[in-house]
């Protein structure tokens, strides 16, 4: 099938210098692609070849059907719009006048906009929410509000693809939000195809169709999102030692704390989270049980803890995982209960609890902890 | 309509209106003042009608006239030539003087002034400005040199004094070795003077300014997308190649053709681009560029009229002049400039 936007054996660097080799993209309007990778890695290159602001070391980029290297800077216009990392510097120019840049391609010799113009870039400056600010000077704005401006310039440009290099870097959490939210309506309710970079993990995982993960000379993966976020794969392609990633949540715990714990967690429901966070912080090792394994707190405690007693999902707590539970336990000497509430399935939790008071050991409530 | 647009259309007519009326009072008193004054209503009778005073007639029709118009055109061609450079560089205080462009035009003139009219004796004005060309172009290509090396603004700037520098060191050189016909020649030109302009003169500089100002005008597009940077000039289609090349080519015409017919003039290409764009408060090329020329007629005609009047009938140079008005508009930008720093 025909793809509205595909690489070709494509091979990117500078100055003629391979950088990475057979690059092999195939979009369809609508869709996500966002290109992960650690610094350094080559993404802004492989962007900046697609935008044609690089030549192609050999391969093709194709869009709409055509060749980038054969198709005019005016032509690409109408096709491609972009929002760049760099900052840049304007003089006396409002919000307005930059978004009004994108119209370009469209106004005559002298640039002058028509009323179809002006509908076209305060639609786009509503859609990113920036149409308050557009007499402000553009220098004197925030880094969160010149981006969406920006990307308020890209959009009025009406391109049928948009490239974004790390569109994110500078929002806010509120803003990263919103931005990738935008892209996402653009993508769908004006068909356009999104290629860009990000850092955030956690919200490439949500906002990508698909994921093209860029480390050394070659393409290490590339596929639909829910294939590429597989903790093995984020690992490698990060070389990931310290920590481990989640790929539910796409969040990343720290190190696990080494040594022979002293203290055993009870816990269950997301009620250890905290506890465990804490105990990394200062650097104590530490047990825990008994979870399910459908359990938040066994997906954090397995990151950080040094062995975890769990309990099939849904299943009550068995003979063997209670026993287990009581043998790390005695070892420690010390036990800290988080739960508040005990339900069916996690009733011998109390239980543990009660033996741990009986066998004479330090025990406290999460809540003495702090 | 919204208020705040009406509010600035109401600034741009208010401000190009002034513009004009300081334009014409200026024509009036510069046709008007000098060593002989001439009343209001000899001044009309000798524009427009027949008879006066023979003497006077001569003295507007054949010095003073000629001279006008050269400090119209050139001034705003050299508002045009530096308001080009900055965006070129985008740098707010380049300028053909500073970057050593006005220089460079004046040591190659001055070499074929020597090394040919005085031989052959009078003055071919396309051969003064080819040669000021060329020599602009030979400046500016180490400018761009240096540019392409070293990003930091400040050392552009630097880099263009020393150029001028070694350019007026060299002219220097070759004045000291010229015959006496042409070093009188030469340091009354190299001094930079709107005096001895011909008819003559006004006409090809006419050809050449109004044609390559023109041209400015019909790249207020690109300028415009090229005030965003390059890259996104590009995504909006412009050919980056062909428009950097337009404006080397047209700030160096520009530039030339005034070294060529007035000597260098400093400090004019940065201080009006900078006070027009204060004024209009945007940097809309399609504005700024009209409005700069017409700022840089102002201010040459206002110069010129200071230099031949103020110490009559010693004339001054026009540098010294545009110098000590320019100057401090040039620190004014430099200190804003780096405020946002």
């Not at chain 1, 596929?223 to 794969?233: K, V, Y």
């Not at chain 1, 989640?246 to 969040?251: A, I």
């Not at chain 2, 509010?7 to 002034?18: K, N, P, T």
């Not at chain 2, 009778?45 to 400090?71: C, E, H, N």
Request: charged fraction near 20%; include cysteine; glycine fraction near 8%.
């Amino acid at each position: 099938m025909d793809y509205f936007f595909h690489t070709d054996e494509l091979t990117v660097g500078y100055d003629g210098k391979p950088l990475i080799k057979d690059i092999e993209i195939r979009l369809e309007k609508g869709r996500i692609l966002t290109l992960i990778g650690p610094n350094g890695a080559g993404k802004s290159t492989i962007l900046k070849t697609i935008a044609k602001y690089l030549k192609s070391i050999c391969g093709a980029v194709y869009i709409g059907g055509g060749s980038v290297a054969e198709m005019s800077d005016a032509e690409m216009s109408h096709l491609v719009s972009v929002v760049l990392t760099q900052r840049m510097r304007t003089e006396l120019m409002t919000c307005a006048e930059v978004v009004e840049t994108g119209r370009y391609p469209y106004t005559g010799r002298l640039g002058i906009l028509s009323d179809d113009d002006r509908a076209e870039v305060r639609d786009a400056m509503e859609i990113v929410n920036v149409w308050d600010l557009r007499e402000r000077d553009f220098m004197q704005i925030s880094d969160g509000q010149r981006q969406r401006v920006l990307l308020a310039r890209a959009i009025c440009q009406r391109p049928q693809m948009i490239v974004l290099d790390e569109p994110t870097s500078f929002l806010d959490v509120r803003y990263q939000l919103e931005l990738l939210q935008t892209l996402r309506d653009m993508a769908r309710e004006r068909n356009i195809a999104v290629v860009m970079s990000l850092h955030e993990l956690a919200l490439a995982q949500r906002i990508s169709d698909d994921v093209l993960c860029v480390k050394g000379e070659n393409i290490t993966h590339y596929g639909p999102a829910r294939e590429i976020f597989t903790p093995e794969l984020v690992n490698e392609l990060y070389d990931l030692r310290d920590g481990s990633y989640d790929t539910l949540f796409g969040s990343l715990e720290m190190r696990r704390p080494e040594g022979e714990p002293k203290l055993f967690v009870i816990a269950g429901g997301g009620t250890g989270a905290d506890v465990y966070r804490g105990l990394q912080k200062s650097g104590t090792p530490f047990y825990t049980g008994v979870l399910s394994e459908s359990d938040v707190d066994c997906r954090i405690a397995s990151a950080l803890a040094a062995k975890v007693v769990t309990e099939k999902a849904f299943c009550r707590i068995s003979d063997a995982a209670f026993a287990e539970a009581l043998e790390l336990l005695q070892k420690c000497g010390e036990v800290v209960d988080c739960l508040s509430a005990y339900g069916e399935t996690n009733s011998r939790n109390a239980e543990l609890f009660e033996r741990a008071k009986k066998l004479g050991l330090t025990v406290r409530r999460a809540e003495e902890l702090v | 309509m919204e208020t705040f647009e009406k509010d600035r259309r109401a600034r741009y007519i208010a401000i190009v209106l002034s513009l004009a009326a300081a334009f014409v009072l200026l024509i009036i008193l510069n046709i008007r003042l000098g060593s002989v004054e001439a009343s209001l209503s000899d001044t009309m009778q000798i524009l427009f009608g027949q008879g006066g005073d023979a003497t006077l007639r001569s003295v507007i029709w054949k010095i003073r006239l000629p001279r006008i118009f050269a400090a119209i055109l050139l001034g705003g061609a050299l508002a045009l030539s530096g308001f080009l450079l900055q965006t070129f560089f985008g740098n707010p205080i380049a300028g053909p003087y500073i970057l050593g462009i006005s220089s460079g035009a004046k040591l190659v003139v001055a070499i074929v002034m020597v090394l040919v009219l005085g031989k052959y004796q009078g003055t071919s004005t396309a051969l003064l400005i080819i040669s000021a060309f060329v020599g602009a172009m030979i400046s500016m290509g180490f400018v761009m040199l240096i540019a392409r090396k070293v990003h930091r603004s400040s050392i552009l700037i630097v880099s263009g004094v020393m150029i001028g520098y070694i350019c007026s060191a060299i002219t220097d050189f070759i004045v000291t070795f010229a015959d006496d016909a042409s070093i009188v020649n030469l340091h009354n030109w190299s001094r930079g003077s709107f005096s001895g302009v011909s008819w003559d003169d006004v006409s090809v500089m006419a050809l050449v300014v109004i044609c390559t100002s023109f041209l400015v005008f019909l790249l207020a597009k690109p300028i415009g997308a090229y005030q965003l940077g390059e890259s996104y000039a590009q995504n909006m289609g412009v050919n980056i190649k062909a428009f950097r090349i337009a404006l080397v080519l047209l700030s160096s015409l520009l530039s030339a053709c005034v070294t060529a017919f007035a000597g260098p003039i400093s400090f004019v290409g940065i201080a009006v681009p900078h006070i027009v764009k204060a004024l209009l408060k945007t940097s809309k090329p399609i504005l700024v560029i009209p409005v700069c020329f017409l700022g840089g007629s102002i201010f040459c005609l206002g110069c010129d009229l200071i230099a031949r009047t103020v110490f009559s009938p010693l004339e001054l140079s026009i540098s010294s002049v545009t110098a000590l008005f320019g100057a401090p508009i040039v620190i004014a930008a430099m200190l804003r400039k780096h405020g946002r720093d």
